[in-house]
Each structure stands twice: as structure tokens, then as C-alpha cells.
């Protein structure tokens, strides 16, 4: 059921993956509209902050099928089309013990609101924006090195995160 967030992003994640590839969708994803959002091999369905070509982004490569980022956060990558309600899978890790990272829902266009916390001790808090009962999730962080396997549900103004 992605049909998805306004401006979803990304940003500081050291790797990405995508959790399911197009061959792996169920007949009954397929049929509730399920979209994959990361090909495995380039950016096709994303977009920086700054407008940038990805060539001209050093720092956010496509690499081993996953999505890579080696220091710095900026620019931020982001979805290139808006959606509404979405449920987004998505597998991510970080290659070190201390880092910043975060994953924006309903953000807009410059990414500069509605964070999810991906940073170890804030894992699961919203960061930049009001969510009723939004609180910090520390146990499902995995430690660095190891695939998180994370899920972000947003029907309406409700956010569920597992």
C-alpha cells in the first residue's frame, strides 16, 4: 500500500536497502498497489534537497544494491513524487557506533521537518514536528553493522512506527 508520504526522505543513513525487490512482491501486494521505492541500482524515484544530479553528490552513492552515504548528511535525499497515506519497509544500518541519521515523513520540499530519529539513544523519536504520543524506541536498534528492519504506517493524520 504505498501510496505513500509527502516528501519522504532520507537523511544521514549510512546504508539503505530495499527490504523487498519487484520479484518478491506477493500476488496480494501487487493487488493492494505495493510500489517498490529503491531499484537496487541507481536513484530512479528519488531526488536531493539541492537539486543536485547525482553524479555531482559525493557523498550518497548506489553501490552492492544498497544506498550508501560516507559523512555528511547534506544534501538530503528525498522521494520525487508526493504521496499521502504509505506503508514504507525498509532495511537500513549504520557502518559505526556514533552517527546522526533520520527519516522524514510528510516533510516538506527542503526535508526540514517530521523526522523519525535513526541516531543510536533517539531511535524512534520525532524529531521537527508534533506527533501525540511520539517517544524514543531504543530496542529496536540493532547494534552498528547489523540490518534494522524497520516499518513507517501513516494513514491520515496517524503515524505508526515498528
Not at 537539486?51 to 544534501?75: C, F, H, M, Q, Y
Request: glycine fraction near 12%; hydrophobic fraction near 35%; include cysteine.
Amino acid at each position: 500500500m504505498i501510496r505513500s508520504f509527502v516528501y519522504a526522505g532520507i537523511a544521514c543513513l549510512v546504508c539503505l536497502s530495499p527490504t523487498l525487490r519487484g520479484e518478491d512482491l506477493s500476488a496480494d501486494e501487487q493487488q493492494a498497489e505495493f510500489k517498490l521505492m529503491f531499484n537496487g541500482q541507481d536513484f530512479t524515484g528519488w531526488k536531493f534537497t539541492d537539486g543536485k544530479d547525482p553524479k555531482e553528490v559525493p557523498n550518497w552513492k548506489v553501490a552492492d544494491g544498497v544506498i550508501r552515504l560516507t559523512g555528511g548528511g547534506s544534501p538530503h535525499l528525498c522521494t520525487s513524487r508526493e504521496y499521502r497515506d504509505f506503508e514504507m519497509r525498509f532495511e537500513w544500518r549504520s557502518t559505526q557506533e556514533k552517527y546522526n541519521s533520520g527519516f522524514f515523513i510528510r516533510s516538506v520540499k527542503t526535508l526540514g521537518t517530521n523526522q523519525l530519529n535513526l541516531a543510536k539513544g533517539g531511535e524512534g523519536a520525532f524529531i521537527g514536528g508534533k506527533i501525540e504520543g511520539a517517544k524514543a524506541v531504543p530496542e529496536l536498534q540493532k547494534p552498528a553493522g547489523e540490518w534494522n528492519e524497520w516499518q513507517v504506517l501513516a494513514q491520515g493524520d496517524k503515524v505508526t512506527f515498528t
